[in-house]
């Protein structure tokens, strides 16, 4: 038998070795259970925070990343909106580059009808006059042709 002091009540007591190393086997066991329990509860409520803190880390990327899309779409939206502008200035000019081309073409077509016309006017002319002289040299032998007669006295005033 062995004496022990009671941490509680502060007696002294007899105690069987072999029962005071089951007592102490038993307690220790307690001892290790119960802090095993302690280090299970300790891991899950450190994995819960490392979650919990990954989670969060995750969070401020995606709104970080979010926020720079934002600026980056906006500067997307403003560069197309430049480049509409550009392109609409450049079919404006292309539009009225068109447009003059158009004028300019139809005012060499209007000059050169009227250089036909002159050339045409200049050829009845000449038509009429060699009619003439024809008839001066010929006399009525000569017939009269009605188109040069008709047009010749308009003609002349035109010319004028």
Partial sequence: MEKIICSK?????EIDKTVR??????ITSVVET???EELKQLETELK?????RFAKKIKEKIEKNKETKDIEFEELKKNIDVERETNKELREKLDKLLDDLVAEKKAR?????????KSIDVAIRNAIGMHGDLQGLIGNALEDIKQ?????DEKDEEMR
């Fill in 48 to 52: 819960a925070e490392y979650e919990t």
């Fill in 34 to 36: 119960k802090k095993n």
């Fill in 109 to 117: 077509e209007d000059a050169d009808l009227k250089a036909k016309e």
């Fill in 148 to 152: 040069l007669e008709e047009g010749d």
């Fill in 21 to 26: 190393s089951q007592v102490e086997r038993q």
């Fill in 9 to 13: 009540c502060g007696e002294e007591i």
